[in-house]
């Protein structure tokens, strides 16, 4: 089993940059492919990236690719979501979830694990 805990979110001006980190515990945290999801208001919860366990492998939403960065750092138990070039409608809860030694999945119910979330809130 492992627990999530997503931070950096924050508010920020169209053209900005985010950095959010999502800290896992356990030891078997390098098993686990990630995700990151974001769910805006009256909107389903949608997949923006995912990395393999080994971080050899990465697959992003169509609209965050080229301005959305994933990676994680095993040793730390934690994986990274750099955000350049924010938007409005990039405004969303952000969570990550963990699916044991499988690939990337872009569907959320394939995830076993989920952090609370943490806001990111882009203005115009």
């Known amino acids: 089993q492992v627990q999530l805990v997503e931070s950096g979110g924050g508010l920020v001006q169209a053209g900005g940059s985010l950095r959010l980190s999502c800290a896992a515990s356990?030891?078997?945290?390098?098993?686990?492919?990630m995700g990151w999801f974001r769910q805006a208001p009256g909107k389903e919860r949608e997949f923006v990236a995912g990395?393999?366990?080994?971080?050899?492998?990465?697959n992003y939403a169509d609209s965050v690719k080229s301005r959305f960065t994933m990676s994680r750092d095993n040793a730390k138990n934690t994986v990274y979501l750099q955000m350049n070039d924010l938007k409005p409608e990039d405004t969303a809860v952000y969570h990550c979830?963990?699916?044991?030694?499988?690939?990337?999945?872009?569907?959320?119910?394939?995830?076993?694990?989920w952090g609370q979330g943490t806001q990111v809130t882009v203005s115009s």
């Open positions: 356990g030891r078997t945290f390098s098993r686990y492919t």
């Open positions: 990395i393999i366990n080994s971080g050899e492998n990465t």
């Open positions: 979830a963990a699916r044991w030694l499988l690939r990337i999945s872009r569907n959320s119910g394939d995830y076993q694990y």
